[in-house]
């Protein structure tokens, strides 16, 4: 073995040195290379990728420094059923996630691990979520043998030696183990483009801080930083520290005459966070500015009030539906320095994708490598094909995005994707109330005409498949913390951009037209907005909401608009049956407002 001793640097980080020894002796790796972020190092993972056959560069004159890499067909996506919460007592995992006995999952997963890295390169990543030495920042190191996964971290995270210097002889941070589960028994064998395993494992230790994960190299299986850390493992965290760790885009909203409100909104996935999260408003003199786009942690402030930083670097994003008219400002973040997985390839060697906005070319070269004609009857690009791009490369990404005092919240939106039944917005009418929104946030899985009800899957602020303990306890802490802030709280929206007509079409344009909803929230906040209590929440009063050159119809504003008691009232047995999901640990809070809802309602 060749194992790069580690520097003077690493000689004072005691809790990594072992942490990496006991990783080495288990993985058996051929070669240790411990990462320090620089610029030359992330050339030297793309050009590994490269040689190995996982990626191949892209024409440098329309796409420098760009890659394209291809998964195996069956590592595409996250992989929930395999996704394990391993706390001590399964009542920590709760009735939302799958749990496993940790001594059990961890004894399953040394015996996998062991040897897992034979002939392979075991690369060391320290990473900080979020700015290096911010007090809501948080570090941690993981281990994997996926140049991919590693080269990916570089874009999303903080990487290298200066969080190795800001940890020291620290030892509170995350614990990251992963490998693809393909050892290279011997130095003959050929390795695979997309080194992966049919086995797969992505377990979570809330209570040590650990994650083991094993068996896939995609997305947030493999990039551990992201759902695995900043969701499950810190969602976990802020429950015992009292603080946030949400699914949430953050954006700053700045007026004509120049005052900013900071916004964060939960939608299930599919919903358009990241457009969101990147608008360019429609209306004369308002700027929308990019802070995050998936994660947002929030913690008090010394004034009291909620401060969020986005604990990412980089945008993980869906790359189908990505076009200049549904994203400008996204397609223009990835002119170059991109990593783009499972997208067709164009004759030219750049990149496309279905819902590019342009008439595919004649000739394509698909995910799968096979060659593509518009006539061939499937998509050229995998539904859940990704773009990885750094996030400072974003036209719009607000000067505070990387500040680490973070940006003062003044407004939590929820969302879903419901075609009847919520109305475009509604304020709640405290942050219990808004809690309770949030906990009954559902997106319709097929349109349902309005005044029925669809299928509609249950997503609590968007962290059913992220929340890393019960939800019940997650319930609890949403209303302690707002207990605790009381009147500092940010004000909480209930927002609906696919509110559907009696025939099936869409009442609401949606998009760059979700400005005028953001600029009465805006209001809101501002107290300059008027509203009407309604048994639901606040709505828009009558004129409230700028529509100055919108083309929507009168009949259609109403709709939008419209207080449904009848809807509402048909809802509740589905609520109560969510609801009943927590069993004792449901919230005496939230049943008092369902409690009360009912009642409003008449
Ligand atoms: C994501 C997701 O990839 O939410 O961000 O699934
Ligand atoms: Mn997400």
């Not at 005691?14 to 070669?31: I, R, Y």
């Not at 006995?101 to 060391?124: Q, S």
């Not at 819902?355 to 539904?383: C, F, V």
């Not at 009168?554 to 009943?580: C, N, Q, T, Y």
Request: hydrophobic share 40%; charged share 20%.
């Amino acid at each position: 073995m060749n194992a790069m001793r580690p520097g003077e640097l690493r000689e004072r980080c005691p809790a990594v040195l072992a942490f990496v020894d006991e990783a080495t002796n288990l993985f058996k790796p051929d070669t240790v290379i411990w990462c320090t972020g620089s610029k030359a190092e992330y050339q030297y993972l793309l050009r590994a990728m490269v040689k190995t056959g996982t990626a191949q560069w892209l024409n440098p004159e329309l796409r420098p420094n760009s890659v394209l890499v291809r998964s195996d067909p069956a590592d595409v996506a996250r992989v929930e059923d395999q996704t394990f919460i391993c706390s001590v007592s399964p009542d920590d995992a709760g009735p939302t996630n799958n749990w496993s006995d940790p001594a059990k999952m961890k004894a399953n997963l040394r015996e996998l691990f062991d040897g897992a890295m034979v002939g392979r390169v075991m690369y060391v990543v320290p990473y900080s979520m979020g700015p290096v030495g911010s007090p809501i920042a948080r570090i941690g190191i993981m281990i994997t043998d996926s140049a991919y996964a590693a080269a990916s971290m570089h874009i999303m995270t903080r990487v290298g030696d200066t969080v190795l210097a800001a940890l020291g002889t620290g030892t509170d941070f995350v614990r990251g183990l992963h490998t693809v589960g393909v050892p290279l028994k011997k130095a003959t064998w050929a390795d695979e483009p997309w080194p992966c395993n049919q086995t797969k494992y992505i377990a979570h230790f809330p209570e040590t801080r650990e994650i083991w994960s094993y068996g896939s190299g995609y997305g947030g299986n493999a990039l551990l930083g992201k759902k695995c850390h900043s969701l499950r493992i810190a969602s976990a965290q802020a429950r015992d520290e009292g603080w946030l760790a949400e699914h949430m885009l953050i954006l700053k909203l700045t007026n004509p005459e120049g005052k900013s409100k900071f916004i964060a909104a939960a939608f299930p996935s599919a919903c358009g966070k990241t457009n969101l999260a990147m608008l360019v408003p429609t209306i004369p003199g308002w700027k929308a500015e990019t802070i995050g786009d998936d994660i947002c942690w929030m913690k008090f402030g010394a004034d009291g009030r909620l401060y969020a930083i986005n604990p990412e670097t980089g945008f993980f994003g869906v790359a189908p539906g990505t076009s200049n008219e549904s994203n400008l400002n996204a397609m223009k973040t990835l002119d170059a320095n991109c990593i783009f997985t499972n997208v067709a390839l164009t004759e030219d060697d750049d990149i496309y994708w279905e819902g590019m906005g342009k008439e595919p070319p004649a000739q394509l070269t698909d995910w799968l490598r096979r060659p593509w004609t518009p006539s061939a009857g499937r998509p050229a690009a995998h539904p859940n094909a990704r773009f990885t791009a750094p996030a400072a490369q974003c036209p719009v990404i607000a000067k505070e995005w990387d500040d680490p005092a973070g940006v003062p919240i003044d407004a939590i939106l929820f969302g879903g994707r419901r075609a009847s039944v919520v109305p475009l917005v509604s304020e709640a009418l405290s942050w219990r109330h808004g809690t309770f929104l949030g906990s009954i946030m559902a997106s319709e899985k097929t349109a349902a005409a309005a005044g029925q009800i669809g299928d509609l899957r249950r997503d609590p602020m968007a962290m059913l498949p992220f929340c890393g303990y019960h939800m019940g306890d997650y319930f609890r802490h949403w209303i302690e913390m707002g207990e605790k802030g009381g009147e500092t709280m940010p004000k909480i929206f209930y927002v609906n951009w696919f509110r559907k007509s009696a025939e099936g079409k869409f009442l609401w344009p949606g998009y760059a037209e979700n400005s005028r909803v953001l600029k009465w929230i805006f209001e809101r906040c501002d107290g300059t907005a008027e509203a009407i209590e309604t048994p639901i929440g606040k709505l828009p009063a009558d004129g409230a909401l700028d529509l100055d050159g919108l083309k929507v119809e009168p009949s259609a504003m109403a709709e939008l608009l419209k207080v449904d008691r009848e809807g509402w009232k048909a809802e509740l047995p589905s609520i109560k049956e969510h609801f009943e999901t927590f069993g004792a640990k449901l919230p005496q809070g939230l049943a008092a407002e369902l409690t009360a809802l009912e009642q409003r309602l008449g």
